[in-house]
C-alpha cells in the first residue's frame, strides 16, 4: 500500500476512535508503530488484527506480494514496538507463531476475512503470522 493511502487510514483512524471506512470499514485495525530494520526510523502501518485472548494476532500477508511487508522485518528486528487499537496505545512484543498455530490462526482470519484467502493463494510464500502482546509498564 502507498504511503499517502496508510497516512489517510491512520488519520481517520486516530480522528475517529479507531473506525475507519473504505477497504477496512469494520474490520479490526491495529496501528503498529515499529523501528525501521534498516533506517532506524518509527513507522506506523494499518494492519488488520484477530483478536485472541490476551493477544492479537496480525498476518504478513502483504496483499498477496511475493514478499513480506516492511513492518514484518521490523518487527522481526525489533520485536518491541506500539499498538494502537481503537483509543488506547500500549507497548507490545511481537512473536512469531508455531506453524501449527498459524494455520489455525491464519483460518480463522480467513473465516472474518476471505480475503486473506486470495492473499495466500497470490504468493508462494508461506505467510508469517505474529502474535503481539502487552507488556506491562
Given at each position: 500500500m502507498s504511503n499517502d493511502f496508510n497516512a489517510k487510514v491512520i488519520e481517520?483512524?486516530?480522528?475517529?476512535?479507531?473506525?475507519?471506512?473504505?477497504?477496512?470499514?469494520?474490520?479490526?485495525?491495529v496501528l503498529l508503530t515499529t523501528v525501521g530494520a534498516k533506517s532506524g526510523r518509527q513507522v506506523t502501518s494499518p494492519v488488520m488484527y484477530l483478536p485472541d485472548g490476551d493477544r492479537i494476532v496480525v498476518i504478513a500477508s502483504n496483499?498477496?506480494?511475493?514478499?513480506?511487508?516492511?513492518w514484518y522485518h521490523n518487527l522481526t528486528a525489533n520485536p518491541q514496538a506500539t499498538a494502537e487499537v481503537g483509543t488506547?496505545?500500549?507497548?507490545?512484543?511481537?512473536?512469531?507463531?508455531?506453524?501449527?498455530?498459524?494455520?489455525?490462526?491464519y483460518a480463522r482470519m480467513v473465516a472474518i476475512a476471505p480475503g486473506f484467502a486470495d492473499y495466500e493463494a497470490a504468493t508462494t510464500r508461506r505467510i508469517p503470522v505474529l502474535a503481539l502482546y502487552r507488556v506491562e509498564a
Open positions: 481517520e483512524f486516530r480522528a475517529n476512535g479507531g473506525k475507519v471506512g473504505g477497504p477496512f470499514e469494520g474490520a479490526d485495525l496483499a498477496g506480494a511475493d514478499h513480506h511487508p516492511a488506547e496505545t500500549y507497548e507490545i512484543k511481537a512473536v512469531t507463531v508455531s506453524d501449527d498455530e498459524r494455520d489455525t490462526l
